[in-house]
């Protein structure tokens, strides 16, 4: 059992490195094709998206709540609010919603 461990977590911190070594072994020149450097600038928003917004209506009790927060947080970034403000106001409308949800 104990190998099993080891042997799993080496696999898995090759597979990781391997992940990222592969592209910069194989693509040796700058890319120049527009596409796949638009298609690479949005990446990191794609990724941060798939694993925010799932957890925005899982991670409360109710997900009425959730759907509150995220709300909150779409219209507080979308005008312009930095990351403390939006983050802060999510978590009191999440809080606001679980209260108001038990009192009914």
Known sequence: ????????????????YMVRLLPLLLVR???QNRFILSMLHYIPYAV????????CFFISRNTISGIAGFLTALLLSYR???LLYVAAGAALAVFIAESVIILI
């Open 29 to 31: 020149k700058k890319i």
């Open 1 to 16: 059992m104990k190998y099993s461990f080891t042997l799993y977590l080496f696999m898995m911190a090759f597979t990781t």
């Open 80 to 82: 312009g609010k930095s």
């Open 48 to 55: 941060l998206s798939a694993m925010t917004i799932p957890a």
